[in-house]
């Protein structure tokens, strides 16, 4: 598929368990891959305490599984609508607040767009 014309929209689906993004241009439409190739990316973080940096998507969930030691954030859509969007959580031994968090995530999004 060229992506040789201009978008004319994007749109993002955040999804509470995954995510995705699209592309509108004249005559079409197309989500776009943004991990190996699938078109969802999982809405986690896992910040890497040892690496001091944070994954996202299946690397985030992979990471986790295998036992790294961190920080695992999933489900980051129900913050939105909550009173917890004000406040802050510690990561890797930080206060971050919750609308940052939200900020990595989407940026991870459109940086993968």
Same mark, same amino acid.
């Given at each position: 598929? $060229?992506?040789?014309?201009?978008? !004319?929209?994007? &749109?993002?689906?955040? &999804?509470?368990?995954?995510?995705?993004?699209?592309?509108? !241009?004249?005559?079409?439409? $197309?989500?776009?891959?943004?991990?190996?190739? #699938?078109?969802? /990316?999982?809405?986690?973080?896992? +910040?890497?305490? @040892?690496?001091?940096?944070?994954? *996202?998507?299946?690397?985030?969930?992979?990471? *986790? /599984?295998?036992? *790294?030691?961190?920080?695992?954030m999933?489900?980051? #859509?129900?913050?939105l609508?909550?009173?917890?969007?004000?406040? @802050?959580?510690?990561?890797?031994?930080?206060?971050?607040?919750? #609308?940052?968090l939200?900020?990595? +995530?989407?940026? @991870?999004?459109? #940086? !993968?767009?």
């Amino acid at each position: 598929m $060229s992506f040789s014309t201009p978008a !004319r929209a994007c &749109g993002i689906d955040f &999804g509470t368990s995954n995510s995705t993004v699209g592309w509108l !241009r004249p005559g079409q439409d $197309s989500l776009l891959p943004l991990e190996d190739g #699938k078109i969802t /990316l999982p809405s986690v973080i896992f +910040f890497n305490t @040892e690496e001091r940096r944070p994954v *996202y998507g299946r690397l985030a969930l992979h990471e *986790y /599984l295998e036992g *790294y030691e961190g920080r695992l954030m999933r489900s980051l #859509k129900s913050l939105l609508g909550s009173k917890l969007l004000k406040s @802050e959580t510690t990561v890797l031994g930080s206060a971050l607040p919750f #609308k940052d968090l939200l900020g990595f +995530f989407i940026g @991870e999004l459109k #940086k !993968r767009a």
